[in-house]
């Protein structure tokens, strides 16, 4: 009797046999070459069995995978692997033995290929580290195959952005600018694509105004990236458009879990405030920066120059202040007693802190009358 395990194989391999003999003559001399890996017979005879059986989606996916791959011919292969895609990518086909659908055999082989090539230009980004002086050589090669691999897989953002990386890297702004360009313009939904090309556009020296849509499709991916919302933040403000940019500071802040990083947004917060002469909400920011991360002396120090902002107001009478030398001598003092404890953390610049306070010293001396 026969078991379901043996009825199963019979009816695979008579398949198998119908197969073998629906193919024409010219696929079947092709197929027997590659068995006796004889690929030049083969690169001979599965184009003319193309021709033979044009709606035969089996014939381009081992042209592309037994020769134009063999090769390193990656525009080849691609252009059979679509041609197969192109004929019906649903039809089950049998490559190297095993019954796959041309859509599965396709992708499988893509990623396999992408991966190889990309994974060997990450290697010469290692061997920059343990051999710095020949850098240039290094990415020469890898810039190769990052190239080859966004033939092979050119939807895959990663590989456009990190080619722009390397060109950025020898010098080829034009090029590293149309990289990330590409890496956008083949998959425009990605924040890799979109947050590497502002970074790499910026290093280029374009300008904020045309940097700033792909920061602001980054963030609406993403919403939550605190990196993207700094850098967004930071080009709103070179664009003087100050208050979107507190807000989306306000935002990162209330969207980061992590302290140290927590504490970065809370100390850029602090400057755009100083900068804008906001003194009470910059002490504010930067008083929280230094909650969060006590080793933090640059928000220390933010800290202190938002007191002496604070006492300056007092002193001069400034616009939304009223004159009151009392209150200026106390926010002076308060300067001096944060840059103090700066000193303490920052040891090596301590002769740099001193100069500091003996111009806060004098503006005290000048509040209190002496």
Request: proline share 3%.
């Amino acid at each position: 009797m026969l078991t379901k395990k043996s009825i199963f194989l019979a009816i695979l391999f008579t398949l198998s046999m119908i197969m073998v003999a629906c193919s024409s003559q010219e696929y079947t001399t092709a197929k027997l070459a590659i068995q006796q890996s004889d690929f030049a017979k083969a690169a001979e005879w599965l184009p003319k069995a193309m021709a033979v059986e044009p709606d035969n989606p089996e014939i381009p996916v081992v042209l592309g995978l037994e020769i134009h791959a063999q090769d390193g011919n990656w525009t080849n292969m691609v252009a059979m692997f679509d041609k197969a895609m192109s004929i019906n990518p649903d039809k089950v086909v049998e490559v190297r033995g095993t019954f796959i659908s041309v859509g599965d055999a396709v992708d499988n082989y893509t990623e396999f290929y992408w991966a190889k090539e990309f994974n060997v230009g990450v290697e010469q980004f290692k061997k920059i580290q343990e051999d710095p002086d020949n850098k240039p050589q290094y990415l020469e090669t890898a810039i190769s195959h990052f190239q080859n691999a966004a033939i092979i897989n050119p939807t895959d953002a990663n590989t456009h952005a990190t080619l722009a990386k390397c060109y950025f890297d020898i010098g080829d702004t034009l090029a590293a600018k149309e990289a990330a360009l590409t890496a956008v313009e083949k998959n425009p939904e990605s924040f890799d694509a979109n947050f590497s090309a502002g970074q790499i556009l910026v290093k280029a020296g374009v300008s904020s105004e045309d940097v700033l849509p792909y920061y602001e499709k980054a963030a609406s991916i993403e919403p939550s990236n605190s990196k993207v919302l700094r850098e967004l933040a930071g080009t709103y403000y070179d664009l003087e458009q100050k208050e979107r940019s507190i807000e989306v500071f306000e935002n990162a802040i209330s969207n980061e879990e992590d302290k140290i990083v927590k504490a970065d947004l809370y100390f850029n917060l602090g400057v755009i405030h100083s900068q804008m002469q906001n003194f009470e909400e910059s002490e504010k920011a930067f008083d929280e920066a230094y909650y969060l991360n006590e080793d933090d002396f640059e928000a220390a120090l933010g800290m202190a120059r938002s007191y002496e902002g604070l006492g300056d107001n007092y002193l001069n009478g400034a616009e939304g202040f009223e004159k009151d030398l009392e209150k200026a001598a106390r926010w002076y003092r308060k300067s001096e007693k944060k840059i103090k404890s700066v000193m303490i953390i920052d040891i090596d610049n301590k002769e740099t802190y001193k100069k500091t306070l003996e111009l806060i010293r004098y503006k005290r001396d000048v509040a209190e009358g002496f």
